[in-house]
Every structure is written in structure tokens, then in C-alpha cells.
């Protein structure tokens, strides 16, 4: 399969907890996206990769998030101290150029006990 | 801020209806807007829809673009149990056009 892919498939943990998530883009494709998706909720913008680059932040990364792409391949999404309110859908994308060719991986759904 | 609006949240129908799902946003710098299908897991790409291409058809589905009044419809016809899913909608955000701005999405289902 060479879409995108994400793991892990989902993550249980407990509050206070540290977790990452990694996501392996389509091997051509220079632009990397993550985004959060709540329940009744479309996805939400986390932040956005060039290759290696993070180019744009959304508000809503608050400093316990980290997101990595050493090397312009794949992505790590990391929750420090996790709260409760983290819990949701994590999804990635990726795409060559243009922002409308996006692929999206199944995504990694975690639950903060 | 850009916004997307749709309508309505949940809809329930009966196979073989037809449906008709609404999409209605606020950018300033209008470039495309696109739907996608959710099922349990990653969003699917199912319309682009741009200034040059105002009107999409993919077998029972289709979708327009009304650039004037700011709303666009997806349109499925003779529904199957099949087509039960979230329908998103997005524009890219006008600034830069590096992301994707989503509505809470449409979420419909077809019952036997």
C-alpha cells in the first residue's frame, strides 16, 4: 500500500502521560499536514511541513505539542502531558505542491483516561 | 477568518432517496472548494470545484458551485446503505493557501 500511513492505529493513556504519533507520507510528496478531528467535527489545522520545514502553526498547538520531519519524510506529532481535551482524531496528510491534492492517512484516534 | 458552514448536520433517508447536502463559505480569495467523504477512518477526495470548473459528476454523485451566492451542493442520487458516511467540505485558507479550512461536515445515513 503506498498511501499514507499512521501509527499507532489508536493510543489509550493515562492523563499526564507523554505520546507520539508518526505518520509516513506518499514517498513523493514534498508537503506534510496534520490535523485534529473532535466528534461532530470536521478536521482542525494543527500544522503544516515543506520538506523538512514547519511552516505554519495553528493556535490551537499549544507549547505541549511538538511535531517533527527530520529529513522531509516521514512526521512526529508529540503530546506532552496529556489532558483529557486531547482526546480525538489525529490526521495526517500529505500532498505534492498544492494544498487541494491532499491524501489523508487513517489516522490515529487516542483517548486520555 | 475564513468559514465554512454546512447543512444540514444529519440526515437520515431511506435507499433510493435523493439527497442534498449543503456547503456555504466566507473567504475573501475565493480559489476552490473541495468535498470529501468520511467514512470510519481518513477523509476520501471526492470534488474539486474551482472558477474553471463549476460543475463535477461522478456516476450518482454530482456537485456545483455557485460563486456569486457563496454555497456549493452535493447531490447524490439513488442513495445506497453504501453512501452512509460524514460528507466534509473545505476551502483552502485564504491566506497563503497552505491549509484546509473544514466545515463540521454533513452526516448522513441511508437505512435499508
Known amino acids: 500500500d503506498t498511501g499514507v500511513s499512521q501509527n499507532p492505529r489508536h493510543k489509550i493513556t493515562k492523563r499526564g502521560q507523554n505520546v507520539t504519533f508518526r505518520c509516513d507520507p506518499i514517498?513523493?510528496?514534498?508537503?506534510l499536514y496534520w490535523y485534529r478531528q473532535t466528534l461532530g467535527q470536521g478536521p482542525e489545522f494543527l500544522t503544516y511541513?515543506?520538506?523538512?520545514?514547519?511552516?505554519?502553526k495553528s493556535r490551537l498547538l499549544s507549547d505541549r505539542f511538538s511535531a517533527e520531519r527530520p529529513k522531509g519524510s516521514f512526521s512526529t506529532l508529540e503530546i506532552q502531558r496529556t489532558e483529557q481535551g486531547d482526546s480525538a482524531m489525529y490526521l495526517c496528510?500529505?500532498?505534492?505542491?498544492?494544498?487541494?491534492?491532499?491524501?489523508f492517512g487513517p489516522g490515529t484516534r487516542l483517548l486520555v483516561l | 477568518e475564513d468559514k465554512v458552514v454546512q447543512s444540514p448536520l444529519s440526515l437520515v433517508v431511506h435507499e433510493g432517496d435523493t439527497v442534498t447536502l449543503n456547503c456555504s463559505y466566507e473567504?475573501?480569495?475565493?480559489?476552490?472548494l473541495l468535498w470529501y467523504k468520511q467514512e470510519k477512518k481518513a477523509p476520501t477526495f471526492l470534488f474539486m470545484l474551482?472558477?474553471?470548473?463549476i460543475e463535477k459528476k461522478s456516476g450518482r454523485l454530482s456537485s456545483i458551485l455557485d460563486k456569486k451566492e457563496l454555497f456549493s451542493i452535493l447531490n447524490i442520487t439513488a442513495t445506497q446503505t453504501g453512501d452512509s458516511a460524514i460528507y466534509l467540505c473545505?476551502?483552502?485558507?485564504?491566506?497563503?493557501?497552505?491549509?484546509?479550512?473544514f466545515g463540521t461536515g454533513t452526516r448522513l445515513l441511508v437505512s435499508p
Open positions: 473545505a476551502v483552502p485558507e485564504e491566506t497563503g493557501f497552505q491549509k484546509l479550512v
Open positions: 473567504v475573501t480569495n475565493f480559489r476552490s
Open positions: 474551482t472558477s474553471s470548473g
Open positions: 511541513f515543506q520538506n523538512e520545514a514547519q511552516l505554519e
Open positions: 514517498s513523493e510528496h514534498n508537503r
Open positions: 496528510a500529505s500532498s505534492f505542491m498544492t494544498v487541494e491534492t491532499q491524501y
